[in-house]
């Protein structure tokens, strides 16, 4: 039996005046993400969190914990957030059927440019469900065994890091309230969930996945904001975060070729976000849609196609990508580039679980083939000549 702390009245209170959430809950996920020595260290190093944790029904898309003075905490994640998260999830993986409780069902899709499409129908009617009375649901298709895994770790993750930044706020600022927090606080928590996942994964659970999942909710938010959505002034913009984020997982990468792909998942699953976005605001530019990092990444994902067993692109492929990824960049962009790779080549090979020395030296010698094949303007981009 729970005690009766300040966080416990007010959760109550809060949890009946709520709209219910009519499906199974969503966030009691914790002990298929973390391993017992992760449970055991969130347990016995922060024993007051998670014990209030609610999933009210409401459709606006929002995540707090709020801490009282006598040290307790309730975190309450809406099912609006959940909704949102689960429907982007099921159209990038495969394209799910979406059906909105008043609207229109739209069919199964599969290629980038179906996606685009449906997630650009989930982004204009999503403005249509700010009353609680009607509600997403996703109904996915029959996508096979590894479609389906695919999408369950990735909401997994996705959740999981939700309330584990929830779960930071009360173990890093207890006695800070919510509306005195600060940029630097959302960062820490950010940091906070980011960690406890990486450091305690599950054996199975792949890196890519959790990192994808994580980076994945900032980028909700930003989408969340271009469709019209206000956020509190205490956030730093989504873009910040997930830039913060991906700097913390440079910095535990074996090599910076290994960052590329571990942040790969998170940058194929932007791509599409932000392809529907534009088409959302109407933007047509095409010159603008790659940073300098995703160039490299174009190159650094492309050698590791070339050198998987088996490899799932040729090298003629491969060169074609990279200079699609050049042709939609702009001046800025192609600027960082050479900075970038220089990083890449010289960065040091550090042990660490995740690595594979002979795959990394091949995969950087077809980085290098790739790059010396491009076209002469190409190539001085990387700093090449
Ligand atoms: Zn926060």
Redesign the pocket.
């Known amino acids: 039996m729970t005690e009766k702390t300040s966080a416990w009245y007010e959760f109550y209170r809060r949890m009946k005046n709520a709209w219910p959430w009519p499906g199974p809950p969503r966030l009691e996920m914790i002990d298929g993400m973390l391993n017992i020595d992760g449970l055991m260290h969130l347990a016995l190093k922060h024993p007051g969190l998670g014990k209030l944790v609610g999933e009210p029904g409401d459709s606006q898309p929002y995540?707090e914990?709020k801490c009282f003075p006598d040290g307790s905490n309730f975190i309450l994640i809406s099912g609006g957030l959940l909704d949102f998260v689960e429907a982007v999830i099921a159209v990038t993986v495969a394209g799910a059927k979406l059906q909105l409780t008043k609207g229109a069902v739209i069919d199964p899709i599969n290629t980038p440019d179906e996606v685009d499409d449906v997630l650009l129908v989930l982004y204009t009617n999503w403005q249509n469900l700010k009353g609680n009375e009607t509600r997403l649901v996703v109904t996915k298709p029959d996508w096979g065994e590894t479609a389906q895994n695919h999408f369950d770790t990735l909401y997994l993750a996705t959740r999981a890091f939700i309330l584990l930044?929830?779960y930071g706020?009360a173990a890093l600022h207890p006695t800070i309230q919510e509306k005195d927090?600060r940029p630097e606080?959302?960062l820490e928590?950010d940091a906070f969930a980011l960690d406890t996942m990486l450091r305690f994964k599950r054996p199975g659970m792949n890196y890519l996945t959790l990192i994808a999942g994580s980076t994945l909710v900032p980028r909700i938010y930003k989408a969340l904001e271009i469709m019209g959505h206000t956020f509190k002034k205490t956030?730093p913009p989504p873009q910040t975060r997930i830039a913060a984020l991906f700097d913390r997982v440079r910095s535990v990468a074996a090599t910076e070729f290994d960052y590329y792909g571990l942040t790969g998942q998170s940058r194929v699953i932007d791509l599409r976000l932000s392809a529907a976005e534009r088409k959302f605001v109407g933007a047509d530019n095409n010159s603008d849609r790659f940073s300098g990092e995703d160039i490299i990444f174009s190159v650094t994902s492309g050698a590791h196609s070339i050198a998987g067993e088996p490899p799932t692109n040729t090298f003629e492929g491969v060169r074609e990508i990279v200079m699609s990824y050049l042709v939609a960049s702009n001046v800025a962009a192609r600027q960082d580039v050479a900075a970038l790779w220089k990083r890449v080549k010289s960065s040091v090979y550090r042990k660490t679980e995740i690595d594979n020395l002979s795959l990394f030296e091949k995969c950087m010698d077809i980085a290098h083939q790739v790059i010396q094949s491009l076209p002469e303007d190409d190539r001085m981009l990387f700093g090449i000549d």
Do not use: I, L
């Open positions: 995540a914990c930044h929830e706020h927090r606080h959302e928590a956030h």
